[in-house]
């Protein structure tokens, strides 16, 4: 059972580069979120969507994209790369938002950015 | 708008002694619960959630919360714990009828010898 997984695991960025975190499960969820996690400051929404071709902002989507193509896949993209985007990433997953509700979590992507 | 407070940065605690961690959450709809826990380096995982009915909800690992509607509150309980029960503990909100999933700032227990 694979479940989510990222990747990669650990990157280092410059100012201004992009890059693509990658996110991918293989349970048939319907849901999927990015979050970044700060110390001290918890986990805070980036994006989630609730199928394919839909995607929404959560707490704080400036300086991301993300798509959702496909039920399995949901890509999250740094366009122009900024020390404050140094954090580390999950991306999680849900069935629905009905009868269980709970979140899968990948084992996180730790961005850096110099 | 939805949101959880986790009051408590850091508890630290003897071997065997029990433990509370507080969250208190914010809705002005009804809500589903939960405690995530993590392991260094490692993803979150699910300790347990209260989704309706008994307000004392059990999970794994002998933890158990229970759901306070009248103080908003979602206290996680141990009443023994062990040195591996040492991680960092998220308290997690969502509003009946939307997607979004809002997490406290986390409570990183530390467990004594």
């Known amino acids: 059972n694979a479940g989510v997984t990222q990747t990669p695991k650990f990157r280092i960025l410059k100012i201004g580069q992009s890059m693509t975190l990658q996110c991918t499960q293989d349970?048939?969820?319907?849901?999927m979120y990015w979050y970044r996690q700060d110390p001290g400051m918890g986990l805070k929404l980036i994006y989630y969507?609730?199928?394919?071709?839909?995607?929404d902002k959560g707490e704080v989507p400036n300086g991301y994209n993300v798509s959702r193509s496909t039920t399995e896949d949901f890509p999250l993209r740094l366009e122009l790369a900024a020390p404050s985007q140094t954090s580390v990433y999950f991306c999680?997953?849900?069935?629905?938002?009905?009868?269980?509700?709970?979140?899968?979590f990948g084992e996180g992507s730790r961005l850096t950015v110099l | 708008a939805q949101s959880v407070t986790q009051l408590d940065s850091q508890v630290p605690v003897f071997e065997e002694a029990p433990v509370e961690l507080r969250c208190n959450y914010s809705?002005?709809?009804?809500?589903?619960l939960f405690w995530y826990v993590q392991y260094p380096n490692q993803g979150l995982q699910l300790l347990l959630k209260?989704?309706?009915?008994?307000?004392l909800v059990k999970g794994i690992n002998g933890f158990e919360a229970e759901f306070n509607k009248s103080q908003t509150s979602f206290h996680l309980r141990k009443p023994s714990v062990h040195i591996s029960d040492t991680a960092e503990y998220f308290c997690?909100?969502?509003?009946?009828?939307?997607?979004?999933?809002?997490f406290g700032t986390g409570t990183r227990l530390k467990v004594l010898a």
């Open positions: 209260y989704l309706s009915g008994s307000t």
């Open positions: 999680a997953s849900s069935l629905t938002s009905g009868a269980t509700g709970e979140l899968f």
């Open positions: 809705s002005s709809v009804s809500v589903y």
């Open positions: 997690a909100v969502r509003a009946s009828g939307t997607y979004k999933y809002i």
């Open positions: 969507s609730v199928g394919a071709g839909i995607t």
């Open positions: 349970m048939n969820h319907n849901y």
